[in-house]
């Protein structure tokens, strides 16, 4: 999955659980959860070599996830001011995505660290690959679930 919608699930989850002993550790088997869901990802199965759309891809998914991390951090602070609603936004995001930093050497490095290897072979087994159009649509969909559940929750 994308990492926007890792994030939103993991703000979302940060929303709706004010308790961040809960919240953290849920937004983090979430990710695997997600991977889960039939989709469609820049690492695609039919796509052994990145090509520098793929890497603008990334990099756009990126700040699209930092993005709106960042805006429902500063919501939280600024609008909402809660303190420890923005810290626990800004935790849930992060740890929503941990998975997928940790296994990004393993992607772009010749020799990365095991932790790297490990997880990629994780994720490699867990994800739930979809062509286009239907994997992002799948993800369209846990991106608005998470708005909703965001705007309900805020």
Not at 62 to 76: D, E
Not at 85 to 112: E, H, Q, R, W
Request: aromatic residues 8%; charged residues 10%.
């Amino acid at each position: 999955m994308l990492l926007m919608p890792h994030t939103l699930a993991g703000i979302a989850i940060a929303a709706s659980v004010p308790n961040p002993i809960i919240s953290i550790p849920l937004s983090i088997i979430m990710h695997f959860m997600g991977d889960m869901i039939p989709h469609w990802d820049l690492y695609d199965k039919r796509t052994d070599e990145r090509t520098g759309w793929v890497d603008l891809g990334i990099m756009l998914d990126l700040v699209l996830g930092v993005a709106f991390g960042i805006f429902f951090t500063l919501y939280s602070l600024w609008i909402l001011h809660n303190t420890s609603l923005a810290l626990n936004i800004l935790a849930c995001g992060i740890f929503s995505v941990l998975p997928d930093a940790i296994m990004a050497p393993a992607l772009y490095i010749k020799n990365p660290p095991k932790i790297s290897k490990i997880m990629f072979g994780i994720q490699k087994k867990i994800h739930n690959h979809a062509a286009l159009p239907y994997g992002l649509i799948t993800q369209l969909l846990v991106v608005l679930l998470c708005l909703l559940l965001i705007s309900g929750s805020l």
